[in-house]
């Protein structure tokens, strides 16, 4: 695939015949969650006495059905609901457990259910983990990641960018980087390939104009493009967002405009700050998105690949 080696971290899915292989979302929301912690204000106060249980942080689960194994993408502070989500839409036997996890980055929401796999929790034994070198050190020296490590609840595996790492006989993963905020470890986004389609996953990103990469192209090679929508627009929180940046919802809009209509129809927004009105599926914004050919990415949404 064109351009598809040169920055970014993706994961290419080779599917055999004769059986399915479906991506799941999981969760949709950024790191801290909805409601956020602390946040009274409309978009959170009615939460905190009736949560709503699709709101979960961004997680995709990856079902392979001709080798009846699942692998989770992302490791959130709502693993074990995800998990059993994931479970139950299982056509074949298997442990809650996935066969294994791959992390994107060091930021809370996207590593940090891993400690739901120590002695405190699961004590599993040599969960397989997948992660950039950067990050695979980060959890090798820091507690308590470095116990899980210690006591076998985890076992690490290096990815390295541009290489593929076979995981069954129709799954292999290429790892490329993305840019990002990247204080502990690298940023990643995934590139999965089916039998048949292709999706793409970039949860967390810098705006796009700091990517050497050229996202409008990429969005054209594939059937699904899951993209960050952090934020919908400039002002949504009360601090310099510049300090956390990440394109705007808006932005991507704009920036896709001329697309023709089916490549604006292969995006779907993903990873929303608990300030996103486009959480609210009723909202002006969720309708504006529609309206103008996007999607926006639910818990429970099946990608057939």
Same mark, same amino acid.
């Given at each position: *695939?064109?351009?598809?080696?040169?920055?970014?971290?993706?994961?290419?899915?080779?599917?055999?015949?004769?059986?399915n292989?479906?991506?799941?979302?999981l969760?949709?929301?950024?790191? !801290?969650?909805?409601p956020?912690p #602390?946040?009274?204000?409309?978009c959170?106060?009615?939460?905190?006495?009736?949560?709503?249980?699709?709101?979960?942080?961004?997680?995709?689960? $990856?079902?392979?059905?001709?080798?009846?194994?699942?692998?989770?993408?992302?490791?959130?502070?709502?693993?074990?609901?995800?998990?059993?989500?994931?479970?139950?839409?299982?056509?074949?036997?298997?442990?809650?457990?996935?066969? !294994?996890i791959?992390?994107?980055?060091?930021?809370?929401?996207?590593?940090?259910?891993?400690?739901?796999?120590?002695r405190?929790?699961?004590?599993?034994?040599?969960?397989? $983990?997948?992660?950039?070198?950067? *990050?695979?050190?980060?959890?090798?020296?820091? #507690?308590?990641?470095?116990?899980?490590?210690?006591?076998?609840?985890?076992?690490?595996?290096q990815?390295?960018?541009?290489k593929?790492?076979?995981?069954?006989?129709?799954?292999?993963?290429?790892?490329?980087? $993305?840019?990002?905020?990247?204080?502990?470890?690298?940023?990643?986004g995934?590139?999965?390939?089916?039998?048949?389609?292709?999706?793409?996953?970039?949860?967390?990103?810098?705006?796009?104009?700091?990517?050497?990469?050229?996202?409008?192209?990429? $969005?054209?090679?594939?059937?699904?493009?899951?993209?960050?929508?952090?934020?919908?627009?400039d #002002?949504?929180?009360?601090?310099?967002?510049?300090?956390?940046?990440?394109?705007?919802?808006?932005?991507?809009?704009?920036?896709?405009?001329?697309?023709?209509?089916?490549?604006?129809?292969?995006?779907?927004?993903?990873? *929303?700050?608990?300030?996103?009105?486009?959480?609210?599926?009723?909202?002006?914004?969720?309708?504006?998105?529609?309206? !103008?050919?996007?999607?926006? !990415?639910?818990?429970?949404?099946?990608?057939?690949?």
């Open positions: *695939m064109k351009g598809l080696l040169v920055i970014g971290f993706w994961f290419l899915v080779c599917v055999s015949s004769g059986q292989t479906q991506v799941i979302v969760g949709n929301v950024q790191d !801290a969650g909805s956020h #602390g946040c009274e204000k409309a959170c106060a009615g939460l905190w006495l009736q949560p709503d249980a699709s709101r979960k942080v961004v997680s995709l689960g $990856v079902v392979d059905e001709a080798n009846e194994k699942t692998y989770l993408i992302e490791a959130t502070p709502n693993l074990p609901e995800q998990m059993e989500f994931l479970h139950s839409r299982l056509t074949f036997e298997h442990a809650v457990l996935p066969d !294994a791959f992390l994107t980055h060091a930021h809370i929401g996207h590593y940090t259910g891993l400690m739901y796999l120590g405190e929790g699961l004590g599993t034994r040599n969960v397989q $983990v997948y992660a950039m070198a950067r *990050m695979k050190v980060f959890l090798e020296l820091n #507690g308590p990641w470095s116990q899980l490590v210690g006591l076998h609840n985890i076992k690490l595996h990815l390295n960018a541009g593929k790492t076979k995981l069954s006989g129709s799954l292999q993963i290429t790892p490329i980087l $993305v840019p990002h905020r990247d204080e502990f470890s690298e940023t990643v995934y590139y999965i390939k089916g039998k048949e389609k292709t999706l793409l996953f970039i949860p967390d990103i810098d705006k796009w104009y700091r990517w050497e990469t050229d996202i409008r192209e990429l $969005v054209k090679e594939v059937d699904y493009a899951l993209l960050d929508a952090s934020f919908f627009a #002002g949504e929180i009360p601090r310099d967002m510049g300090e956390i940046p990440h394109p705007f919802v808006v932005e991507t809009m704009a920036l896709f405009k001329e697309l023709p209509e089916a490549d604006r129809n292969k995006i779907w927004f993903i990873h *929303m700050n608990h300030t996103n009105p486009m959480l609210d599926p009723e909202s002006d914004a969720s309708k504006e998105v529609l309206q !103008a050919g996007y999607h926006i !990415a639910r818990m429970g949404d099946v990608f057939e690949l």
